[in-house]
């Protein structure tokens, strides 16, 4: 019997929590798996049950349960990939260094190498208990928890972007300098390599935006995607336990970070991962300001500039993210039963990301 499909628009929070069955092209070899984890993960007993999470739409993520404890898997897909895509061993880094400062991430246990384990790199962390929101407006919840859920994952950002990166043993984590240029180019190539049809607004703001860099700031740890469901939030109060899914942390400008989760309030608020339009003040979710206010008030240094750009720099971002999914779907290596939602997201993000070019001076 295979586990039911939900709808992710009308009820996000079923559709993306909690695990399913192993998608058949995901499927590895547990007896294999069983031996390495005996090998390599301190205190393991098998034998092991595999289930894959249902959110995530790259890398697949499974739950292994074992008499020992509970686990977390997360593999690079098999197939054929973009270059520089799905870089597991890079999450396995960084969440290491940080685990080791008591950052709130899952306790890392191993990181394979060997292909011929499961079929594909991968690493081994802890299942850490706790919520996951999977939609912004966090239904069913009072407007002072909802307020103190998104200032926690305020102060979490802040408290990431406080660490030096030399002193995590992370000062070679990413090239020096030039970080939005890179990043524009990287999601540009990216969004050339698994273009699916013409959109005319990606096509202007790749034009714009390399030609319209702001000035950066000192480089820090970017998360990527440092948003909501990305993160494990304590079952009984706001404290945010674990930040998850880093494949696209790199070194670069923290407002790059800061400025990805403000486009949440860009987003129509009929998107489970938009605001635009909600009435925050009868949800209780801080606006934009308080948003920045605390960021700044937390970690020091001034307000950032050019919000306009970095708006439209994040969208245009997300889109390029988007149709990569897109890219997946067609060639059959998307590895979540909901890649097709956000594929269609594609389009209006990149209508978002010009009307925030246009404000910002293109």
């Known amino acids: 019997m295979t586990d039911a499909v939900q709808d992710p628009q009308s009820d996000p929070q079923a559709a993306f929590s909690g695990t399913r069955e192993v998608d058949p092209r995901y499927v590895l070899d547990a007896e294999r798996l069983d031996a390495w984890m005996a090998d390599h993960v301190a205190g393991y007993r098998g034998p092991l049950t595999v289930r ?9 993520t499974y739950e292994l349960t074992t008499p020992s404890g509970a686990y977390v898997l997360r593999r690079k897909p098999p197939g054929t990939l973009l270059a520089s895509a799905h870089a597991v061993d890079r999450e396995f880094r960084v969440i290491s260094a940080l685990h080791g400062r008591g950052y709130p991430v899952a ?37 002072g928890e909802r307020r103190a859920i998104y200032e926690a994952q305020t102060d979490a950002l802040a408290d990431l972007h406080g660490f030096d990166p030399v002193e995590l043993g992370l000062g070679d984590y990413g090239p020096p300098g030039n970080y939005f240029a890179r990043q524009v180019g990287r999601w540009t190539k990216q969004y050339r390599a698994s273009e699916t049809g013409p959109i005319p607004e990606m096509d202007r703001l790749i034009v714009f935006l390399p030609d319209s860099l702001p000035p950066e700031a000192p480089a ?16 009984d109060r706001p404290r945010v336990l674990a930040v998850l899914d880093w494949e696209l942390s790199t070194l670069g400008d923290p407002m790059a970070d800061l400025s990805y989760l403000l486009i949440a309030w860009a987003i129509p608020a009929s998107m489970r991962n938009g ?16 948003t920045v206010d605390r960021y700044v008030a937390r970690r020091g240094g ?4 050019n919000l306009d750009w970095l708006t439209a720099y994040n969208l245009f971002r997300l889109a390029a993210i ?41």
């Open 275 to 290: 605001l635009a339009g909600a009435d925050l003040k009868a949800l209780g979710i801080p606006s934009v300001e308080e």
């Open 52 to 60: 894959q999470f249902k959110g995530g739409q790259s890398n697949p």
């Open 302 to 305: 001034d307000r950032p500039q």
């Open 107 to 143: 306790r890392p246990h191993g990181l394979c190498l060997d292909e011929a384990v499961i079929g594909s790199i991968f690493y081994v962390m802890d299942r850490v208990d706790g919520r996951v929101f999977w939609d912004l407006k966090l239904p069913g919840l009072t407007p």
């Open 220 to 235: 820090r740890i970017v998360h990527g995607d440092f948003r909501l469901d990305n993160m494990i939030l304590a079952p």
């Open 322 to 362: 988007c149709q990569g999914i897109a890219g997946r779907v067609r060639d059959g290596t998307a590895a979540s039963a909901h890649a097709k939602t956000m594929a269609a997201q594609v389009q209006p993000l990149s209508a978002a990301a010009w009307s925030f070019a246009k404000k910002a001076g293109a």
